[in-house]
């Protein structure tokens, strides 16, 4: 199931951006950034009990998801 029971559902594309999986604008700023993950983190944590009905394995690919795109986001952003 791609559907969630928190604010930000989980993208359904096949390869979602970062900014997709966060639900961000791609000029978000580094705080916006670091405020989405700590909260999605949180949210989807396999142990969270925020989304207990999602199976472990999915939680688990989440919260590994939002680590990779954070990882890519937080670096700082080359100008043009």
Known sequence: STSC???YPFPTRRNPTPEEIFHLPPNASQAQIKTRYYELAK???PDSVHV???PLAERT???Q???RAYEVLRRPRRAG
């Open 52 to 54: 207990q009905t999602l």
């Open 65 to 67: 998801a939002f680590q």
């Open 61 to 63: 690919s989440r919260f």
């Open 5 to 7: 029971t928190g604010r």
């Open 43 to 45: 949210l989807y944590h």
